[in-house]
């Protein structure tokens, strides 16, 4: 499963290229280090001489399975690797937990937000001091004992292990497209009553959201409105859509909103039925591509420069643009 990511050429894992001397980043294959997975590293700041002391953020792709022990050691491992280079946060995608083959199977593995999974991934933070965009576990809800569904739930631990915030997926992905498998989310999970406030982090105010939800500018504009630096969708794209929508989708998010977006995703074979896009990435305020993974398991880095999201918002005050008067307010402010 993790071998073949390492024999792409380099020239793939680079993502190179960037204006102003901000997050210039590149891959950097490690294969004579450790060949299990990718690491695609921000390369030296061309012109920028205190880059460093940008918050460095790190997206995490995994091929989640229904085994979730071994789910667990591959997401911990990645983890302790983005610590180790310095991140602040690391991001985890939709459905780190597991991947299962039928809606009974997702439900008999769900846990609680109490549950050991949890715990498991609050020692995780503490141990290695950075916090952790948890993208989407299943979650058995207070509703559990009547509903017997679950939630698609996205949780914020900080460094100490705290759950910070979260947020229960809004939009379920009940769609069927010719050559990919069909997604029933909502046979096993109810869809989210709210959307949550941006939150304070050491990289920036993140808004929460997952995957499917990227389809709705409405919600990327709430979230914007309501002060959010940082989107994040972690996801699980399928692989017919991928190649199609997902850097359109995410770019798209990043330029109407004038957020960073980071994005990090499921990859590969995940059991007999089901596989994944990958190409985790993070897209700047400017819209471009400033880190991304390959197809295989990894991760990819890249800083936040939030000077650079204001320059760019006062050349292209889009904001104070709009026309809610013709359109109506198109994500109404969050309470
Ligand atoms: O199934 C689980 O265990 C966790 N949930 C998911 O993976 C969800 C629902 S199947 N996947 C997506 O939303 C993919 C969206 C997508 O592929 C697109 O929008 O094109």
């Given at each position: 499963m993790l071998g073949f990511l390492t024999k792409q050429p380099l020239s793939l894992l680079c993502s190179g290229l960037r204006i102003r001397g901000l997050s210039v980043l590149c891959a950097q294959s490690r294969k004579s280090e450790n060949p299990a997975y990718a690491i695609h590293r921000p390369r030296a700041m061309a012109s920028s001489s205190?880059?460093?002391?940008l918050p460095l953020v790190a997206v995490c792709q995994v091929t989640s399975t229904p085994d979730k022990q071994q789910n667990f050691k591959m997401c911990a491992e990645l983890v302790r690797e983005a610590a180790r280079l310095g991140a602040c946060l690391a991001f985890l995608p939709e459905a780190f937990d597991f991947i299962a083959r039928d809606p009974a199977e997702t439900l008999r593995l769900s846990e609680p937000l109490g549950g050991n999974l949890l715990e498991d991934y609050t020692q995780l933070a503490r141990e290695c001091g950075l916090w952790l965009s948890l993208g989407g576990f299943h979650e058995r809800g207070q509703d559990w004992e009547q509903t017997q569904k679950i939630y698609n739930c996205h949780v914020l631990l900080n460094s100490k292990g705290s759950v910070v915030a979260t947020y229960r997926k809004t939009h379920l992905c009940d769609v069927e497209i010719p050559g990919q498998g069909p997604m029933r989310e909502s046979n096993s999970t109810i869809p989210g009553p709210s959307l949550e406030s941006p939150v304070s982090t050491p990289a920036g105010k993140i808004g929460l959201a997952i995957c499917?939800?990227?389809?709705?500018?409405e919600l990327s504009l709430a979230l914007a409105q309501a002060g959010a630096e940082i989107l994040t969708y972690p996801s699980a794209f399928g692989s017919i859509t991928g190649p199609a929508h997902w850097e359109v989708l995410l770019r798209a998010r990043a330029i109407e909103t004038q957020c960073y977006v980071v994005a990090a995703a499921q990859c590969g074979r995940?059991?007999?039925?089901r596989a994944s896009y990958g190409h985790s990435m993070v897209v700047d305020p400017w819209g471009t591509v400033v880190a991304r993974c390959s197809e295989g398991p990894g991760l990819c880095l890249a800083r936040i420069n939030l000077n650079y999201l204001r320059q760019v918002r006062q050349h292209m005050p889009v904001s104070q643009h709009r026309r809610p008067d013709l359109y109506g307010n198109l994500g109404n402010p969050l309470p």
């Open positions: 205190s880059s460093w002391e499917y939800d990227m389809r709705f500018p995940h059991h007999e039925k």
